[in-house]
Structures are given as structure tokens and as C-alpha cells.
């Protein structure tokens, strides 16, 4: 079927400005990406996952300027003794990054990798973002793919010491940044990856993880406080018998930012919780669009998004759970619930379900509102200000999907970001 005409264009458009990197071992899989992405085409509103939210700045051949933030912050997860990876616009920093070495890791830069024709990350690059196409396209990705110019692969055969930490740099105001990270996580091994900072004007993230029968994954991920970013980033998780895969993202700031999930559990007993908080002023549109595929005797799911909004901020979630033939014993929990501060911001919307096993426990649920006006008197009578009892029941309403970090630490320090950007907004 051919494309329409104004979505080729744009797409033959944004590709005459990108340069496919020398490939080495991973040309096969960046030309069966360009190949998808061609037969797609990028995004438009007129797609069924797009209506919500505009692709246009994203698709764009330029990038659209973003100001400098100057952020008076200590920098996210500092106070943690953590290995330390830094990409300046979309570009390592070996300057600013620690020695890649750590106990029970291996990790390559991205370029190496291309310069070798054997790497264990060739079996793996590209393969999970191409299952992810199906039923649902995401050209984005695709895109991701064929172009990423940096990022890791990393290889988790033990239990390191402390977290790998991927920082993202903004400095400057035109950056177009395009990463791809691949992560092989062994049987019984065990890694945090966290990651944090705005990356560039626009960015676009792709990220693929491997998860053998055994092994554990916990990820949380800090998206910067640059005001006018724009991001497109997308997880892809395969997940194999009894393994754990638990990620959070807290999102503040930025005017536009779409985050994909995209969970496999094809082994048994295999457990992925998916979570996420973002807060919003003002020009802000903030996506999160989760896929979660239950291919599995005896799995778990988890989805929890909590979004805060006022000053005519957005807030879209599209989430399904997909129960596939002989999956049964299936446990899928799915809620999304906003907190509209004002009557100028709105919340938009799509849970599923679809079930093909009849021994199931699956839900969802999706609710909008306001400040419960009993919980507000009832602090305002016991003399707490209008102001400070707002960001009382608005951390409240934002623990549910909080509580989805494991390490008790690491939730401490995001509850203290979440507070002070509550207090600059009083």
C-alpha cells in the first residue's frame, strides 16, 4: 500500500538531512530499519497513536531552537556512588564519563561496535524495535535505528557494585540528538540503570533490553527541567522466565515529550512493572503510550502513570495489555489518573485491554480531577496554607506510582525533586 503523498514527502524530507553511520556489524539491521521506515512513513495526526498528540516538531528536517536552562539543582543522583556515562548533545564525553569498567559489566561505545563485525550486541541491535512495529508502528523508532550515531551496549553478567548511570547534557540551543542503547542482562544477573538530564533541543532515545530467564532490571529515569526540549523516546523489553523489569521515569518541564513502552514477558512467571510521574506547566504536552504483551503462563504487569497539570498543560496516556492465546494465569493492573489544578489543562485518555486466555486477572482503570476539596478543608482547618496543602495532596496523589521504585533511596530523592518544583510554583 502505497504512503500518501504528504507523509512521504515529509518523510524523504527528514531523511535527506540524516547520515547513516558507517555500520560495521550493525548495517543489516540499520538498512532493515531505513527499509520499515520508508514503507511506514513518519508519523502524522491522522495515525490511530497520534492523535492526541502533534508529531510535527519531532518529523521535522531541523530541530526547533531550545534555550539554555540554567538549572541551580545539584545534579540528579549525585549524592549515589554510581558509574558514571555522559553524552554532551547526543555525543560522548569521555572527559566528563568514568572509565567504562565495572564488576559483572562489560560496556561499548556504539562506535566501536560498528567497527567490529562480531559483537554479542549484533544478535540483538534492531531486533527488538523491529518486533515492536507489530501490531502498532512506530516509525520513530525506526528511525532511531537506522541513524543513532551514539550510544552503549551493556552487557550484565553479574551483579555489579552500583548503578550505571547515563547522563544527558544539554549545551546547545540547536542540538538534534539521536541515541540507541542495547542491554543484555544475564541469567541471575542483576543492574539499576538510571538516567537523567534534558539530552538536547530534540532528542530521540531508543533503547533495547534483553532480559534472560532470572535476570533483573531496575531502571529510573529523571527527564530535565529544560523548558522548551523536545523528546521522543522509546523502551523495548523482552523478558524471559522469571525475570524482573521495573521502570520509573519522572518527567518535569519541557514542551513536548513522548515516552514509548513496549514489554514482551515471553517467559514464565516473569514480572514488569512500568511507572511514571510528570508534572506540568503551562505549554506542556507530556505522552505516555505503553504496549505491554503477555505471551506467558503465570506473569505480572503493572502499568501506573500519575500526571499533575495546570496552566493549560496536557497530559495524554494510551496504554494496553495484550493477553495472548495460553497466557493464562495473567495478573495485568493498568491505571492512569491525572490531577487538573486548574480548568484550562486537560488529560486525554486510551486504556485496552485485549484478552485471548480465559484464566486472567486484568484491569484497568482511568480517572481526571481536582483537588479534593474534604482533604483540603480538613488540612486548612488544622492551619497549613492553601498553597503548601495543594502540594501536600499533590505528592499524595503522585505516591502510588512513586512507590514503584524498589530502592527506597532512590524514591527519597525523587519525592525531594517532585517537592522542590512544587515549592518553585507556589
Given at each position: 500500500?502505497?504512503l500518501?503523498?504528504?507523509?512521504?514527502?515529509?518523510?524523504?524530507?527528514?531523511?535527506?538531512?540524516l547520515?547513516?553511520?558507517?555500520?560495521g556489524?550493525?548495517?543489516?539491521?540499520?538498512?532493515?530499519?531505513?527499509?520499515?521506515?520508508?514503507?511506514?512513513?513518519?508519523?502524522?495526526?491522522r495515525?490511530?497513536y497520534?492523535?492526541?498528540?502533534?508529531?510535527d516538531?519531532?518529523?521535522?528536517?531541523?530541530?526547533?531552537?531550545?534555550?539554555?536552562?540554567?538549572?541551580?539543582?545539584?545534579?540528579?543522583?549525585?549524592?549515589?556512588?554510581?558509574?558514571?556515562i555522559v553524552?554532551?548533545?547526543?555525543?560522548?564525553?569521555?572527559?566528563?564519563?568514568?572509565?567504562?569498567?565495572?564488576?559483572?559489566?562489560?560496556?561499548?561505545?556504539?562506535?566501536?561496535?560498528?567497527?567490529?563485525?562480531?559483537?554479542?550486541?549484533?544478535?540483538?541491535?534492531?531486533?527488538?524495535e523491529?518486533n515492536?512495529?507489530?501490531?502498532?508502528?512506530r516509525?520513530?523508532?525506526?528511525?532511531?535505528?537506522?541513524f543513532?550515531?551514539?550510544?552503549?551496549?551493556?552487557h550484565?553478567?553479574?551483579?555489579?557494585?552500583?548503578?550505571?548511570?547515563?547522563?544527558?547534557?544539554?549545551?546547545?540551543?540547536?542540538?538534534?540528538?539521536?541515541?540507541?542503547?542495547?542491554?543484555?542482562?544475564?541469567?541471575?544477573?542483576?543492574?539499576?540503570?538510571?538516567?537523567?538530564?534534558?539530552?538536547?533541543?530534540?532528542?530521540?532515545?531508543?533503547?533495547?533490553?534483553?532480559?534472560a530467564?532470572?535476570?533483573?532490571?531496575?531502571?529510573?529515569?529523571?527527564?530535565?527541567?529544560?523548558?522548551q526540549?523536545?523528546?521522543?523516546?522509546?523502551?523495548?523489553?523482552?523478558?524471559?522466565?522469571?525475570?524482573v523489569?521495573?521502570?520509573?521515569?519522572?518527567?518535569?518541564?519541557g514542551?513536548?515529550?513522548?515516552?514509548?513502552?513496549?514489554?514482551?514477558?515471553?517467559?514464565?512467571?516473569?514480572?514488569?512493572?512500568?511507572?511514571?510521574?510528570?508534572?506540568?506547566?503551562?505549554?506542556?504536552?507530556?505522552?505516555?503510550?505503553?504496549?505491554?504483551?503477555?505471551?506467558?503462563?503465570?506473569?505480572?504487569?503493572?502499568?501506573?502513570f500519575?500526571?499533575?497539570?495546570?496552566?493549560?498543560?496536557?497530559?495524554?496516556?494510551?496504554?494496553k495489555?495484550?493477553?495472548?492465546?495460553?497466557?493464562?494465569?495473567?495478573?495485568?493492573?493498568?491505571?492512569?489518573?491525572s490531577?487538573?489544578?486548574?480548568?484550562?489543562?486537560?488529560?486525554?485518555?486510551?486504556?485496552?485491554?485485549?484478552?485471548?486466555?480465559d484464566?486472567?486477572?486484568?484491569?484497568?482503570g482511568?480517572?481526571?480531577?481536582?483537588?479534593?476539596?474534604?482533604?483540603?478543608?480538613?488540612?486548612?482547618?488544622?492551619?497549613?496554607?492553601?498553597?503548601?496543602?495543594?502540594?501536600?495532596?499533590?505528592?499524595?496523589?503522585?505516591?502510588?506510582?512513586?512507590q514503584?521504585?524498589e530502592?527506597e533511596?532512590?524514591?527519597?530523592?525523587?519525592?525531594?525533586?517532585?517537592?522542590?518544583?512544587?515549592?518553585?510554583?507556589?
Open positions: 500500500m502505497a500518501p503523498q504528504a507523509k512521504q514527502t515529509a518523510t524523504e524530507e527528514r531523511l535527506a538531512v547520515r547513516m553511520p558507517d555500520a556489524c550493525t548495517r543489516k539491521a540499520r538498512e532493515a530499519a531505513l527499509e520499515r521506515l520508508r514503507q511506514m512513513g513518519l508519523p502524522g495526526r495515525d490511530e497520534w492523535k492526541y498528540t502533534r508529531p516538531t519531532l518529523i521535522s528536517a531541523d530541530a526547533l531552537p531550545a534555550a539554555l536552562f540554567v538549572n541551580d539543582e545539584s545534579p540528579m543522583f549525585d549524592e549515589f556512588d554510581r558509574l558514571k553524552f554532551i548533545d547526543g555525543v560522548f564525553s569521555p572527559e566528563e564519563s568514568d572509565e567504562l569498567s565495572l564488576e559483572g559489566v562489560s560496556i561499548d561505545r556504539l562506535e566501536d561496535i560498528c567497527c567490529k563485525d562480531i559483537h554479542w550486541a549484533k544478535e540483538l541491535y534492531g531486533v527488538l523491529a515492536g512495529q507489530n501490531p502498532v508502528p516509525p520513530l523508532a525506526a528511525l532511531n535505528t537506522a543513532a550515531s551514539d550510544g552503549v551496549a551493556i550484565v553478567t553479574g551483579k555489579p557494585s552500583k548503578p550505571i548511570s547515563l547522563i544527558y547534557r544539554h549545551a546547545s540551543e540547536t542540538s538534534d540528538a539521536i541515541l540507541h542503547h542495547v542491554i543484555r542482562v544475564e541469567s541471575g544477573a542483576e543492574v539499576t540503570i538510571l538516567e537523567n538530564g534534558p539530552a538536547a533541543s530534540r532528542f530521540n532515545k531508543c533503547m533495547e533490553i534483553d532480559i530467564d532470572g535476570g533483573t532490571l531496575h531502571h529510573v529515569r529523571a527527564q530535565g527541567r529544560d523548558h526540549r523536545r523528546a521522543a523516546t522509546h523502551m523495548f523489553t523482552r523478558m524471559g522466565h522469571e525475570s523489569y521495573k521502570s520509573f521515569t519522572l518527567t518535569v518541564n514542551v513536548l515529550t513522548r515516552n514509548e513502552q513496549v514489554v514482551e514477558l515471553t517467559g514464565d512467571d516473569a514480572v514488569a512493572h512500568v511507572a511514571g510521574a510528570c508534572v506540568g506547566d503551562g505549554e506542556f504536552h507530556h505522552d505516555d503510550t505503553v504496549f505491554v504483551t503477555h505471551d506467558a503462563v503465570n506473569c505480572e504487569s503493572r502499568q501506573v500519575k500526571k499533575v497539570l495546570r496552566n493549560g498543560a496536557t497530559g495524554v496516556f494510551q496504554g495489555i495484550l493477553v495472548k492465546e495460553g497466557a493464562q494465569k495473567t495478573d495485568g493492573y493498568q491505571i492512569s489518573q490531577l487538573l489544578l486548574d480548568g484550562d489543562s486537560q488529560f486525554l485518555a486510551k486504556p485496552e485491554l485485549e484478552i485471548y486466555a484464566d486472567v486477572a486484568c484491569s484497568h482511568s480517572t481526571s480531577g481536582a483537588i479534593d476539596e474534604t482533604a483540603m478543608f480538613y488540612l486548612r482547618s488544622r492551619g497549613i496554607p492553601t498553597r503548601e496543602a495543594t502540594d501536600m495532596l499533590t505528592l499524595a496523589f503522585l505516591a502510588e506510582a512513586v514503584e521504585i530502592d533511596a532512590l524514591a527519597d530523592v525523587i519525592v525531594a525533586r517532585l517537592q522542590d518544583w512544587l515549592a518553585r510554583r507556589r
